[in-house]
Every structure is written in structure tokens, then in C-alpha cells.
């Protein structure tokens, strides 16, 4: 055989020269499928009809000339030049130019869908459910392979350790996944036996084209979440792919992970704010306990010099005066109108005018009776007086301190504690409560 022997890239080089010259300037009719927009501007997708597809790529400047939004579903006409790539040895596309030409068969269906269950208030906000702000258990319908659940995972591992999390595997792209998902949701709805309460549910799959996604715009899936009395999130593919999934969930996350994120707080972010609250918490007792010590320092500075004990007994000194006063005022008066008495008696003796004698004696009862009165009126004021004077006292001293639930703190040679500054660590500390001491050991 002496055909020459040609590398990998030069067969390719020559495949490529062929394909150009040969479909150069085409048109090619077909529907877009896996778009994937890149941050270089440059825009990528495939086209195909029921029998194939091809690669398409439209370049940044060319991106920038044809302002018609591309979506996966759409039908489009794409004008531009057969190449190849030679890095994958795959023939594409490189568009100039597109013009759309109506839905795709998917994007069609979509749309029917989707007004069918609008307009039966599936999409209603009034009928979405609030998700718990602490949910404590969770359950993720998903592929069990999927990187998607992987970072679901990841994310709530950190954000939320305490979280129980049940992974219920399904089928996310195929015959018969929207089917699964379906009974999936069902059948957590339905609270089976031997697993705990969801609190919410999240439902969702990683990126890929419409096909791919597709088994979240099917019917069964949408009916199955709209009548879930459990919170349900909708985490499929990017933040630019919608599905009927989204429309009907209580909460639509752009992706997997912002679903991890939505569905509970951060861990770290909640422990930074009970450690602040402690603080202030702290901080709030401690100024407390500040201004109460300043007053228990005034009224100590008050009664410095002036023991209570001698006070009241100064007062009761002055009540007993006072009693021994009125007892010999009583007595005086009731010796002086005896004196009367037998005065008027005797010259009653002489006279012996009866009725002279029973109005004396009238005069006589009434006055004893005002002199009792007076006096016993006289000796009830002074005592309620000395009780206030008393209750003053006791409330002012260290006792009455004390029953208001202060407390006073002595150091080793029996003087108040108002300084944390003046007792060195090891001080042995008295501390006088409502009900007796408590010692203690300064450290």
C-alpha cells in the first residue's frame, strides 16, 4: 500500500478545507438545545430535528450583531459556515446569523402546559407555603449520583449541622423519571411510617438541556407538588433554566446549591449573634449591679457614725418620757379633782343639797372620762408616730437592705466591699443575704 501516512492533524486539517469550501454560507433549520452562554461573550448550543443534530458556535462579535435571545426549545434559522474542530474532531457550525422560526416541539409543549396550569391557580402566591425559619429534618428528592446532591450536602453540612437529612433516590432524566419523582413526593407527603416529620422538601437535579429537564415540566410532577402539604423547593439546573417545577413549588432556587442555602440559616452567622447577645446580656447585668452598688454606697455613707439600734433606742427613751409625762398628768389631775371632791363633800356635809351632789358628781364622770380620753388619744398618737419613725429605721439600715434582696459583701476585717479593686485574689469574702452568709473566695 503506498497511500502516504498522514498525521491526526493533518487529516483533520484536510477534512476541515474540504467542509468549508463545500458548505460555506449555508442555512440550517432545526431546534435549539443545550444553550450554554460563556463569559467570554462567545455562545454555544445545538440544533436538531427527529433524525440528528449538529454543533453550533456564534462567536462574541457576531453575539453581539444578533440581538435575538437564544433559549433550548426554540426553532430557529442559523446561517454560517460547516467547520471542523479539530480539538474534539467534531464538525460544527460557526453561526453569523439567526432568525427565529416559532417554538420547538419541547417549547411548545412547555408553554401549553404551563397555561393550563396557571390558569387552574397552580401558580397562585396565595397558595404557596411559608418555610420553616429552623426546619430540622429535610428531605431531597434527587439522583443519588448527581453532583448536585453533593453539593447540596456539602453546603448544609456547614451551614446547618444539626439538620436530619433523608436523600429519597429517583431518576432526574428519561422515560419514566417524571413518574418517580412524582411518587416520590407523594409518598413523603403521605408521612409514611418508621420516618421522622419533614419539615420541608427539596426537589431538583444539576444543569443540561430542556431534554434533559424535561421530567420536571411533565404534569404528574407539577399535581404531585402543588398538593403536598409539605414546604417544597424547586432546585433545577441553572439560574436561567425555568421548568414547570418552579412555577409550582412553594420557593424556586436558581440552583441545587442556593437551595442549600435558602432552606436554613447559617450556623455560624446565628452563633456570632447569641455570642453578641451574650455580651450585651452581660454588659446590662453588670451596669445593673453598678448602680445598685452606688446606692447600697449611699445609704451606707448615710448611716456612717449613726447606728440604727441606738436611734431607735433614743426614740424609745422619748416615749417613756412622754408615758411617765401623762401617767403623772393623769395622776396630778385626778388628785386635784379628789381634792375638789371632798372640798365640795364637805361643804355638802353642811348643806347637804342632794342635787347639788348628783350634778357634782355628773361633772366629775364627765371630766375623768375627757381626762382618759385624752390621755389614752394622746399616748396612741405618740406610739403610731414612734412605729413610722421605727419602720423609717429599718427600711434605712442594712437589714431592710437585705430583705429588698441586696446583699452586702465584707471583707476579712469585717468593712463593705464597694471596690473589686481592693481585695487581692485569695481574699476571703462574707457576703450577708436576707437569709444568712455566704462565703466565698475571690479569684
Not at 502516504?4 to 458548505?23: D, K, W
Not at 454543533?55 to 444578533?66: E, I, K, V, Y
Amino acid at each position: 500500500m503506498d497511500a502516504p501516512i498522514l498525521t491526526v492533524s493533518e487529516i483533520s486539517g484536510q477534512i476541515r478545507t474540504l467542509l468549508e469550501a463545500e458548505f460555506r454560507g449555508v442555512w440550517i433549520e432545526g431546534e435549539v438545545s443545550n444553550f450554554r452562554p460563556h463569559s467570554s461573550g462567545h455562545q454555544y448550543f445545538t440544533l436538531k430535528d427527529s433524525g440528528a443534530q449538529i454543533s453550533c458556535a456564534m462567536f462574541r462579535g457576531q453575539s453581539a450583531l444578533n440581538r435575538h435571545r437564544l433559549v433550548d426549545g426554540q426553532l430557529i434559522q442559523a446561517f454560517g459556515n460547516v467547520s471542523l474542530y479539530p480539538a474534539r474532531g467534531q464538525h460544527q457550525l460557526i453561526v453569523e446569523w439567526i432568525r427565529p422560526q416559532g417554538q420547538g416541539s419541547l417549547q411548545a409543549r412547555f408553554e401549553a402546559l404551563k397555561l393550563k396550569l396557571e390558569s387552574e391557580g397552580l401558580f397562585d402566591l396565595n397558595r404557596k407555603k411559608a418555610l420553616p425559619v429552623f426546619p430540622r429534618t429535610l428531605a431531597i428528592v434527587t439522583s443519588p449520583t448527581g453532583a448536585a446532591l453533593q453539593d447540596i450536602l456539602q453546603i448544609l453540612g456547614r451551614r446547618a449541622p444539626w439538620l436530619r437529612i433523608l436523600v429519597f433516590p429517583v431518576r432526574v432524566q428519561g422515560d419514566g423519571a417524571g413518574l418517580e419523582i412524582a411518587e416520590a413526593v407523594n409518598r413523603l407527603a403521605s408521612n409514611p411510617p418508621g420516618l421522622p416529620a419533614l419539615d420541608v422538601i427539596i426537589v431538583g437535579r444539576g444543569g443540561g438541556s430542556i431534554e434533559d429537564l424535561w421530567a420536571f415540566n411533565e404534569e404528574v410532577v407539577a399535581r404531585s407538588l402543588a398538593a403536598c402539604p409539605i414546604p417544597v423547593i424547586s432546585a433545577v439546573g441553572h439560574e436561567i433554566d425555568f421548568t414547570i417545577a418552579d412555577f409550582v413549588a412553594d420557593l424556586r432556587a436558581p440552583t441545587p446549591s442556593a437551595a442549600a442555602e435558602l432552606v436554613v440559616p447559617d450556623g455560624e452567622v446565628l452563633q456570632r449573634r447569641l455570642d453578641q447577645a451574650g455580651v450585651s446580656l452581660l454588659a446590662n447585668a453588670q451596669r445593673v449591679l453598678e448602680n445598685r452598688s452606688r446606692f447600697l454606697a449611699l445609704i451606707h455613707q448615710a448611716l456612717r457614725g449613726r447606728d440604727p439600734s441606738s436611734m431607735l433606742g433614743a426614740r424609745l427613751q422619748t416615749v417613756d418620757y412622754l408615758c411617765d409625762r401623762l401617767e403623772h398628768a393623769v395622776n396630778q389631775t385626778m388628785a386635784d379633782g379628789a381634792q375638789r371632791l371632798e372640798a365640795v363633800a364637805q361643804r355638802l356635809a353642811v348643806v347637804k343639797p342632794g342635787q347639788v351632789l348628783q350634778r357634782a358628781q355628773d361633772q366629775l364622770d364627765a371630766v375623768w372620762n375627757r381626762l382618759l380620753r385624752a390621755g389614752q388619744g394622746a399616748l396612741d398618737a405618740h406610739q403610731k408616730h414612734l412605729e413610722s419613725l421605727r419602720k423609717m429605721v429599718q427600711a434605712l439600715g442594712p437589714q431592710g437592705v437585705l430583705e429588698r434582696g441586696y446583699s452586702l459583701t465584707l471583707g476579712p476585717d469585717g468593712e463593705l466591699v464597694t471596690d473589686p479593686g481592693e481585695v487581692p485574689s485569695g481574699t476571703r469574702l462574707v457576703t450577708r443575704v436576707r437569709r444568712g452568709e455566704i462565703r466565698s473566695v475571690v479569684e
